[in-house]
């Protein structure tokens, strides 16, 4: 195991709602990162957190929002939820130290909007 | 901004020979490039990793090479088991002010009994 972990591990949502997904990182680690999976395809960089401020964005829109907490975790908010926002969504965390950048994901919320 | 392509995206082997996966990034600013595989309904796991000072990385079956100049990089498995079959996932992370980490598209591998 990594040590990260996601909840809800399932999620049903109806289009335009909006939902939050929670990670906890593994201790110690002071960078987050979440990305879509769709299925069939490779996750897709959402954004990153370091020390609790967004410090890079992928191709994604602003409805796409984030937090990271002091106490190891954060949180991916998405806003006016669309059909194709269905996918599985993970969130990976490591620390951020010269080139070292491991990446340990969670098992990841499987969102469907209907 | 980075991109990377990986393939094959389907890839069937007999048991025991060996898989290549390759995949090709497109900044040069890249320095650091994972490997995960991920099996059906899990989350990816790093199976191996190469920063862009070495060339090549091996760990028992599994061995990954670099040309930087090229800007290629590839995954291979020797002596391939059932328990290999996945769908795995190069990728290249752009460290600049922020790191963040562009995954290929996926290779599923099967191998065959």
């Known amino acids: 195991e990594t040590g990260v972990t996601q909840s809800p591990t399932h999620l049903i949502k109806t289009r335009g709602q909006q939902v939050t997904l929670r990670c906890s990182s593994q201790?110690?680690?002071?960078?987050v990162s979440w990305y879509q999976q769709a299925l069939g395809q490779g996750p897709q960089f959402i954004f990153q957190y370091y020390r609790e401020e967004e410090n890079g964005r992928g191709n994604f829109p602003p409805r796409f929002s984030g937090l990271q907490f002091t106490n190891d975790s954060s949180e991916l908010n998405v806003n006016a939820l669309e059909l194709d926002d269905s996918a599985l969504y993970l969130c990976?965390?490591?620390?951020?130290?010269?080139?070292?950048?491991?990446?340990?994901f969670g098992q990841g919320t499987r969102l469907t909007v209907v | 901004g980075e991109n990377v392509e990986q393939h094959p995206s389907t890839l069937s082997v007999q048991e025991g020979d060996s898989a290549v996966i390759k995949c090709t990034y497109s900044?040069?600013?890249?320095?650091?490039f994972p490997w995960y595989k991920q099996e059906l309904g899990k989350r990816p796991q790093l199976i191996i990793d190469i920063r862009s000072n070495v060339g090549e990385k091996k760990d028992q079956r599994i061995a990954v090479t670099l040309n930087k100049t090229a800007k290629h990089f590839s995954l291979h498995i020797t002596e391939t088991q059932p328990e290999d079959s996945a769908v795995y996932f190069c990728a290249a992370n752009l460290y600049s002010s922020a790191s963040k980490i562009i995954f290929g598209s996926g290779t599923r591998l099967s191998i065959r009994p």
């Open positions: 201790s110690g680690h002071n960078t």
């Open positions: 990976a965390s490591s620390h951020w130290r010269d080139l070292n950048t491991e990446a340990f």
């Open positions: 900044d040069s600013a890249s320095n650091y």
